[in-house]
């Protein structure tokens, strides 16, 4: 396992040293919480898209090493210009979409390139995100950002694991991508001989479903859950046609899973996805497991290299062509924002009234059948195999 703790709690006036403990709202001493993040690391089988083997999640510097953007409209909404800002050294925490006299501006970043506003250049379509990612991909190493807190008054912990991809090539086209489980453990404590994980949460698209302990996840060497990555989708609606092949949304089992999108303008999507089950793997041994806090407990003056924490921006090119596009169905388009700027899924305890960034999140109905065997895949009972020599479903 790569250590790597990015824990920076800011104290009364000074940076915090990773061995004291983080502030009330975590609850888990700091020195707790990378032993944690690393003991309960997921392993994800992913799904191949474009000419890529295989798109890792990967680290923010991917696109935000070099540059900031903002993208100027005039108050009807019309394009003006875009300006370019050196990231090194600069702190953009504060960073906002603004009103700012007669102009609209709007923080973001660029991962292939494209400035256009119909969204339409080579950058801004799944060839140039291929392309671009099969020539600098392998310069980083696959990685997770992961949040640890203390649930309640109990001694359980929950540990987020978040996953950033430069882009999503799904039905709903978008560039930045960030996709999370929820992993919740019978103890903070990381030494205790019997902790446990009790339920694995996993989010895709605008679901989640709760898998118990009991209920069927699987999990290698008794601390690691297993995420099978969002695999190839399509939908059909109003006649209009749509498919991608990598969306990276997390899921329990692999398959052919139903219903996966939300509607179209009141039109309901068939959107199907299909989880092959013998993708690569991404292990979880090999992942840098990064230590977050929450973005109000660093001094970004000190650090302005975590700015894009609290930045109110978007992960990619503001606007990129989707399935749907030319049919007037719009099914994607726009990046997200940062996790740690989604209140209500950062460090989200329960599931009810989740709303990140506009998009409602439902419980996924009849996990118990989520999908039908299909061309080139097995029977559900074949998807329950040995992932490793070392795991099984619990």
């Known amino acids: 396992m790569i250590l790597t703790i990015l824990i920076l709690l800011l104290g009364v006036n000074d940076v915090i040293a990773v061995d004291s403990y983080p502030d009330p709202d975590s609850g888990v001493p700091v020195e707790y919480q990378q032993?944690?993040?690393?003991?309960?690391?997921?392993?994800?089988?992913?799904?191949?898209?474009?000419?890529?083997?295989?798109?890792?999640?990967?680290?923010?510097?991917?696109?935000?090493?070099?540059?900031?953007?903002?993208?100027?409209r005039d108050q009807s909404g019309a394009y003006d210009r875009t300006e370019r800002y050196s990231i090194q050294g600069l702190n953009y925490s504060s960073w906002r979409k603004v009103f700012a006299g007669t102009q609209i501006e709007e923080p973001h970043f660029e991962f292939a390139g494209g400035e256009n506003l119909?969204?339409?250049?080579?950058?801004?379509?799944?060839?140039?995100?291929?392309?671009?990612?099969?020539?600098?991909?392998?310069?980083?190493?696959?990685?997770?950002?992961t949040h640890v807190s203390r649930?309640?008054?109990?001694?359980?912990?929950?540990?987020?694991?978040?996953?950033?991809?430069?882009?999503?090539?799904?039905?709903?086209n978008h560039e930045g991508d960030w996709e999370h489980i929820n992993v919740i453990v019978s103890?903070?404590?990381?030494?205790?001989?019997?902790?446990?994980?009790?339920?694995?949460?996993?989010?895709?698209?605008?679901?989640?479903?709760?898998?118990?302990?009991?209920?069927?996840?699987?999990?290698?060497?008794?601390?690691?859950?297993?995420?099978?990555?969002?695999?190839h989708g399509q939908y059909t609606a109003w006649g209009s046609y749509g498919e991608g092949e990598a969306g990276g949304g997390c899921f329990p089992?692999?398959?052919?899973?139903?219903?996966?999108?939300?509607?179209?303008?009141?039109?309901?999507?068939?959107?199907?996805?299909?989880?092959?089950m013998n993708n690569s793997?991404?292990?979880?041994?090999?992942?840098?497991?990064?230590?977050?806090?929450?973005?109000?407990?660093?001094?970004?003056?000190?650090?302005?290299?975590?700015?894009?924490?609290?930045?109110?921006?978007?992960w990619g090119h503001p606007k990129v062509e989707s399935?749907?596009?030319?049919?007037?169905?719009?099914?994607?388009?726009v990046p997200p924002e940062?996790?740690?700027?989604?209140?209500?899924?950062?460090?989200?305890?329960?599931?009810?009234?989740?709303?990140?960034?506009?998009?409602?999140?439902e419980e996924y109905p009849n996990y118990d059948v989520p999908y039908r065997p299909f061309l080139f895949t097995v029977s559900k009972e074949q998807t329950e195999v040995r992932i490793s020599a070392k795991s099984h479903i619990i």
Request: proline share 8%; aromatic share 16%; hydrophobic share 35%.
């Open 35 to 72: 032993l944690l993040a690393e003991k309960f690391c997921p392993s994800i089988i992913s799904h191949k898209g474009g000419n890529v083997e295989i798109v890792e999640p990967e680290p923010v510097e991917m696109v935000n090493s070099s540059y900031i953007y903002k993208r100027i």
């Open 118 to 145: 119909s969204g339409d250049a080579y950058g801004n379509k799944p060839i140039g995100w291929y392309n671009t990612y099969s020539s600098v991909g392998s310069q980083y190493p696959a990685t997770t950002y």
């Open 151 to 172: 649930i309640g008054s109990t001694t359980k912990a929950l540990i987020q694991y978040w996953f950033f991809r430069p882009f999503n090539d799904w039905v709903n």
């Open 187 to 231: 103890d903070f404590h990381p030494d205790n001989p019997n902790i446990q994980i009790e339920r694995v949460v996993y989010f895709f698209h605008r679901w989640y479903i709760i898998c118990e302990r009991g209920n069927g996840f699987i999990i290698e060497d008794e601390t690691h859950p297993v995420i099978f990555a969002g695999g």
């Open 253 to 276: 089992r692999a398959g052919l899973w139903n219903s996966t999108g939300a509607e179209v303008f009141g039109n309901p999507r068939p959107d199907e996805e299909i989880i092959p």
């Open 281 to 314: 793997k991404i292990d979880w041994s090999t992942f840098d497991v990064i230590v977050l806090p929450d973005r109000e407990d660093i001094d970004y003056s000190t650090h302005p290299e975590y700015s894009w924490m609290n930045a109110e921006l978007r």
């Open 323 to 333: 399935p749907g596009w030319t049919t007037g169905l719009q099914t994607g388009f």
């Open 338 to 361: 940062s996790p740690t700027r989604m209140d209500n899924l950062w460090d989200q305890q329960s599931f009810s009234n989740i709303d990140p960034d506009e998009v409602t999140f």
